[in-house]
């Protein structure tokens, strides 16, 4: 499983973390995809597109897998 560090930030939003771990070519289609119910945090479906990831959370969509760290570890 990958990992997407915070570094100091303390949250990154959904739609955003898809687009940054290059799952989605863009914030529309992320959005789209969440909406959709085909977004999965912590193993629950996440429907909210701006939905607050915080370090220690994990998120999967399409097969792919990130855990979220607060810095580069």
């Not at 997407?4 to 939003?13: D, I, R, T």
């Not at 290059?22 to 999965?40: D, L, R, T, Y």
Request: aromatic share 6%; net charge positive.
């Amino acid at each position: 499983m990958a990992n997407f560090a915070l570094g100091k930030h303390p949250y990154v939003e959904l739609c955003d973390l898809l687009k940054l771990e290059g799952w989605s070519e863009s914030g529309a289609q992320a959005k789209i995809a969440i909406s959709e119910g085909q977004v999965k945090v912590d193993g629950v479906v996440e429907t909210r597109k701006r939905c607050k990831i915080v370090a220690g959370q994990k998120v999967s969509f399409a097969g792919h897998n990130v855990t979220v760290t607060g810095s580069a570890e």
